[in-house]
């Protein structure tokens, strides 16, 4: 079983910049891709950027392309998205996941908020 636990959400006015972090137990985290999806109440919860078990693969949604950035470290078994530029429509709950054996994993999320 895999747990995910996300932190680092919180307010900040457009422009700003905010890193979310997603702390993951298992010995084995690095063997597996890890991502970031994002939700606002009353919509599907989207992709945001994904990277690669390695951490030499990286992608990115279209509206957080060159804002933000994700990135990982092995060696603490967490992942992290740096977001710069921030803009009101940014404001969501942010998830991150893994898949394990066909299975899906998710924090608990943390919200963004951006105020304008």
């Known amino acids: 079983q895999v747990q995910l636990v996300e932190s680092g959400g919180g307010l900040v006015q457009a422009g700003g910049s905010l890193r979310l972090s997603c702390a993951a137990s298992?010995?084995?985290?690095?063997?597996?891709?890890m991502g970031w999806f994002r939700q606002v109440p009353g919509k599907e919860r989207e992709f945001v950027a994904a990277v690669s078990g390695s951490g030499r693969t990286t992608s990115y949604a279209e509206p957080v392309k060159g804002r933000f950035t994700i990135s990982r470290d092995n060696a603490k078994n967490t992942v992290y998205l740096q977001m710069n530029s921030l803009k009101p429509e940014d404001t969501a709950v942010y998830y991150c996941?893994?898949?394990?054996?066909?299975?899906?994993?998710w924090g608990q999320g943390t919200q963004v908020t951006v105020s304008s």
């Open positions: 996941r893994t898949v394990v054996g066909n299975i899906p994993y």
């Open positions: 298992g010995r084995t985290f690095g063997s597996y891709g």
